[in-house]
């Protein structure tokens, strides 16, 4: 079982930056894919960026170069840079995690945690 905790939303000018966190608790942290997944108001919850347990990354085309996810397995806490931020940006961000291997869809990720706004104003 893995609990998640994710933290560091608010809001935002166009251009700017923001570093999301989420801790996780759990033993085996080390040995789980990450994701960070985005919802807008009347969208549906869309993939960002994940991380393997190796630290092999991926990205959404829409975030790429901008953003960056790394994680730490020693304080069990995933990590999302957001840089050059855009209106488009603001959504509720949640962290998710899974057992196996990095896949992008979100029905495929167990344990999710309860989100945190990010609104970026133009």
């Known amino acids: 079982q893995v609990q998640l905790v994710e933290s560091g939303g608010r809001l935002a000018q166009a251009g700017g930056s923001l570093r999301l966190s989420c801790a996780a608790s759990?033993?085996?942290?080390?040995?789980?894919?990450m994701g960070w997944f985005r919802q807008a108001p009347g969208k549906e919850r869309e993939f960002v960026a994940a991380?393997?347990?190796?630290?092999?990354?991926y990205y959404a085309d829409s975030v790429k170069g901008r953003f960056t996810i790394s994680r730490d397995n020693v304080k069990n806490t995933v990590y999302l840079q957001m840089n050059s931020l855009k209106p488009e940006d603001t959504a509720v961000y949640y962290c998710?995690?899974?057992?196996?291997?990095?896949?992008?869809?979100?029905?495929?990720?167990?344990?999710w945690g309860q989100g945190t706004q990010v609104t970026v104003s133009s």
């Open positions: 991380i393997s347990w190796s630290g092999g990354t």
């Open positions: 759990g033993r085996t942290f080390s040995s789980y894919a």
């Open positions: 998710a995690a899974r057992s196996n291997g990095v896949v992008t869809s979100p029905t495929r990720y167990a344990y």
